[in-house]
């Protein structure tokens, strides 16, 4: 296992060198650049001109792309043409909220889709396999930001139930141990602090939930089925075996292989696809930010952060890999 | 029996989830004060962060918004208007030359860290911008600076301007004199901007401590312009919490102000940028108010409740012609034809927020300076057709550029604007190629670099000068506009060194009425941008420079 574990952190460096070619190219091929972006309307073509050189942006592109890889290695991801703050300070202040939130989704997919994913299999056909399919059909098609306006124009603006947007109630004083607030109230003692995150969380963890819980509840389903056909599960059942033995030990242990990896793919893709969820609801995550840093070229945020989105990425599949073996004790990690 | 379980089991999270719901939100009552404390908090929408909490940095006005709570002026508008009037300084003289301005400051100012307002904190805080070095001269840094007083003591680099600040003398205790190299038409109006806020002594002794730094790609803002301790005015309140992860900034009243004690005991700016996010917070009662309303949204709004109070105007709105980019738009008769084909009005009646008006030249009508006399382009598509037909442009193409996603103050909805004008120009025969494009860089760059035949663009004044308006676009030759026209040119520049003001205005008029005869482009619109806020509160009064004083404001 630990050469696995040293064999994927190995293949780790050419990937994100590659990655970072890439991303130095396509960013710099879009029209404009960040002087345009942080000097708005009012300035003129001199200005701009003026930017681009205090930006280092009149530089050839190598000698550029060569700063960017020196200052990488240094551990220097350099600062924000669009804020003017450290890269690094801005990715360690959003990534805590943008974690919560995807976290949460990811919680609410699993807790709810395997489950009703599993219950629609064992009851093919019937009214809660019906609903479950179509159910989840509606969460892959209806789109994430119609589904959060909605989500905030019942239950927030209507009912007044939850607050329309951001991380906590202003006002509320919660003392920063990790970023992450739900947790940071636990450890400081500050439980209203929990309580208000937790509170807010709740409609921008649905919305972000609906599409990762739809594909889990599908991919449960069809894997239940698939297991319940198997002769071993047939065997176990006649052995007389208790039906909560069959369930667990052999049947979801089995169907579950394929449903962990969704799960590994899709907390990555969380971490970077909550864009529209953020904004939507003021999160203050890096997906709102990388959505911002777009719009102003922002050369250094984009760069460095999808480098580490990235290696976070990988090192989620990588813990989802390790993962089955503990799972299923005939799979070996290789 | 198992199923039967589950179903209870979800039946009860999800009455314990709006249980739980329903009893954090009953904590919170509809002033912005939170369950466990008395404070009267208003809570301003804002459409972004401040860049950092030092104005002199910035130029953008989510950062102002913020900054002109907190820190005053030599001069300042008049609360609703755009006049001129003390600030800090109580009464402001200038020479015959204007090369020197006087100011006689208020006495009993204090700063919010208890340091006392005198004239040698004023020439304290001008010889700081003069004498930046190294990467405060980046424009990304000090715009306002080189806009308005040129370059430094120092210049390191060959771009940027020579100074126009020779120095600031404190002759008594209250009363600083600037001296300037020549005479410009910015003066007084550039004094009451908030890039010039006068800051406490002991903050610029911690200024000093701290360098912005950058090469390459990276210029940062200095470390104090991110700390809320740091930075002292004089305002009616005083900066107390930059929550950077939940996008508050919190100001705090302060009880010393030499003027009238501020209505709130406390505002937080609240960052949501999606305009949508802005107003279910406001009908959600999580904010008191948020400005740049769409204008679709101000009736339903209105009908709610809300208050939604009428600004005067203070911006241009304008088609522009790039005349290098094709040949039909050099011929006069063409672009008279393109303003004659266009129905502002109708545009007017059905895109803007009550208060819009036509525009008949390139400054709104608030402004001195402003002509009744200029050469006015009535809708009338035979007359457009006519010209075309003379000039022999009846088969006319253009590339009309326009942004999307995108709303400006005077610019409410760009896309629904040019299909307007698309339609009102394909009426009298004129081929239109529609070019969406992203609003920054695309379109900014776009437009600036003469890349399109038409395309909409506009202008919120900072202060009541005429120059701030018509010598920001024609005051020599730019690829965006792409013509050259000496009499314009010169008479801008004759302008913007008249010091006398009567005769200066008097130049003003005379150029207004050049420019729409050579018809550069074709000012479309003035319009107030919308600004909202909660019944619960008796609104500050609002300004045409978007520059409202919350003091002003208090709950009911």
Redesign the interface.
């Known amino acids: 296992m630990l050469r696995l574990i040293v064999r994927r952190l190995l293949q780790l460096v050419p990937t994100l060198l590659g990655l970072s070619v890439l991303l130095f190219l396509w960013l710099r091929m879009l029209?404009?650049?960040?002087?345009?972006?942080?000097?708005?309307?009012?300035?003129?073509?001199?200005?701009?001109?003026?930017?681009e050189?205090?930006?280092?942006?009149d530089?050839p592109l190598w000698d550029?792309y060569f700063?960017f890889l020196r200052d990488l290695l240094t551990l220097d991801m350099?600062?924000s043409?669009r804020?003017?703050?450290?890269v690094w300070e801005e990715f360690t202040?959003?990534f805590p909220?943008t974690v919560e939130l995807g976290v949460t989704a990811i919680l609410i997919a699993v807790v709810v889709g395997v489950?009703l994913g599993y219950?629609a299999a064992r009851?093919r056909g019937g009214w809660?396999d019906v609903g479950a399919v179509s159910g989840s059909l509606i969460g892959i098609c209806i789109p994430v930001f119609f589904l959060a306006?909605i989500l905030?124009?019942i239950?927030?603006?209507g009912l007044?139930?939850?607050?329309?947007?951001?991380?906590?109630?202003?006002?509320?004083n919660a003392t920063?141990v990790t970023?992450f607030h739900t947790l940071d109230g636990i450890l400081t003692g500050e439980l209203?602090a929990t309580?208000?995150a937790l509170?807010h969380l709740?409609l921008p963890g649905i919305a972000l939930a609906s599409i990762p819980l739809a594909v889990i509840t599908r991919m449960t389903r069809a894997s239940v089925l698939e297991v319940l056909q198997e002769d071993y599960v047939r065997t176990a059942e006649s052995k007389g075996l208790h039906q909560r033995v069959v369930r667990l030990r052999h049947v979801m242990r089995n169907a579950l292989l394929p449903v962990i990896t969704a799960i590994g793919l899709l907390t990555g893709s969380l971490l970077s696809g909550a864009v529209l969820t953020e904004?939507?609801?003021?999160w203050?995550g890096i997906g709102?930010f990388i959505r911002?840093a777009i719009?102003?070229?922002d050369?250094?945020v984009l760069t460095n952060f999808i480098l580490i989105i990235a290696l976070v990425y990988v090192l989620i599949n990588l813990l989802v890999d390790l993962a089955y073996s503990l799972i299923d004790p005939r799979v070996r990690v290789h | 029996m198992h199923i039967a379980r589950s179903k209870v089991a979800v039946i009860a999270a999800a009455v314990s989830l709006g249980l739980v719901a329903t009893a954090c939100s009953s904590d919170r009552d509809s002033n912005g004060s939170d369950g466990g404390g008395s404070t009267e908090r208003f809570i301003f929408g804002a459409a972004g962060d401040p860049g950092s909490l030092d104005p002199s940095l910035e130029s953008d006005g989510e950062t102002f918004r913020v900054s002109r709570q907190v820190l005053e002026t030599l001069l300042d508008h008049e609360s609703g208007g755009t006049e001129l009037i003390g600030g800090l300084a109580e009464t402001w003289d200038s020479n015959d030359e204007g090369t020197e301005w006087t100011f006689n400051l208020r006495d009993g100012v204090t700063f919010h860290d208890g340091e006392e307002l005198t004239a040698q904190v004023v020439c304290d805080n001008f010889d700081r911008w003069y004498n930046w070095t190294g990467t405060y001269q980046s424009t990304a840094l000090s715009y306002y600076w080189q806009a308005e007083f040129g370059g430094f003591a120092e210049n390191e680099s060959e771009d940027t301007p020579p100074p126009n600040y020779v120095g600031c003398e404190a002759t008594e205790d209250l009363t600083a004199v600037i001296n300037l190299e020549e005479p410009s038409s910015v003066f007084p109006g550039a004094f009451s901007l908030a890039a010039f806020s006068i800051h406490s002594p002991k903050s610029l002794e911690r200024y000093a401590e701290d360098e912005a730094s950058g090469e390459g790609d990276n210029i940062s803002r200095p470390d104090y312009s991110q700390d809320p301790e740091a930075i002292a005015g004089t305002g009616p309140f005083q900066l107390s919490n930059w929550n950077k992860g939940n996008g508050e900034v919190t100001v705090t009243r302060f009880d010393d102000y030499w003027g009238e004690t501020a209505g709130f005991e406390e505002i937080v700016f609240r960052t949501i940028s999606d305009e949508g996010a802005r107003r279910q917070a406001l009908e959600a009662g999580e904010i008191h108010g948020y400005d740049l309303v769409a204008p679709s949204d101000v009736d339903a709004l209105e009908s709610a409740g809300f208050e939604v109070p009428v600004r005067g105007v203070f911006n241009i709105f304008y088609l522009a012609f790039t005349q290098e980019r094709n040949e039909a738009l050099q011929d006069i008769d063409v672009r008279r034809a393109v303003a004659h084909a266009l129905d502002r009005q109708g545009l007017v009646d059905t895109q803007l927020p009550e208060g819009g008006v036509v525009a008949t030249q390139f400054v709104p009508d608030t402004i001195a300076g402003y002509s009744d006399d200029v050469t006015l382009y009535e809708y009338d598509e035979d007359a457009a057709r006519e010209l075309l037909d003379e000039a022999g442009h009846a088969d006319l193409t253009v590339d009309f550029c326009y942004p999307t996603e995108v709303t400006r103050p005077y610019m409410p909805a760009p896309a629904d604007m040019f299909e307007l004008m698309k339609a009102d120009l394909e009426a009298v025969g004129v081929t239109v190629n529609p070019r969406p494009m992203k609003w920054t860089p695309d379109y900014l760059d776009t437009t600036r670099d003469g890349g399109c035949d038409l395309y909409l663009l506009g202008w919120t004044g900072d202060f009541n000068d005429a120059y701030n308006f018509l010598g920001t676009w024609f005051d020599g030759y730019s690829k965006e506009w792409g013509f050259r026209n000496d009499e314009i040119f010169e008479a801008l520049a004759a302008s913007s060194v008249e010091p006398d003001v009567e005769a200066r205005e008097a130049m003003y008029e005379e150029i207004n009425e050049l420019v729409m005869d050579f018809l550069p482009g074709v000012p479309i619109s003035s319009s107030p941008p919308s600004i909202v806020f909660a019944d619960s509160v008796n609104p500050p009064t609002v300004s045409p420079l978007t520059q409202e004083k919350f003091s002003e404001g208090s709950f009911k």
Not at chain 1, 83 to 86: A, D, E, I, S
Request: proline share 7%; no cysteine.
């Open positions: 029209p404009g650049g960040p002087a345009s972006a942080r000097l708005g309307e009012r300035a003129t073509e001199a200005d701009r001109i003026a930017m050189a205090a930006l280092g942006l530089k550029q700063i350099g600062v043409t804020t003017g703050r450290p202040q959003r909220a489950p219950l009851h809660m306006f905030k124009e239950f927030a603006v007044g139930w939850f607050p329309t947007g951001s991380r906590l109630t202003t006002g509320i920063e970023g209203d309580g208000d509170w709740v904004s939507i609801f003021s203050g709102s911002d719009d102003g070229r050369y250094p």
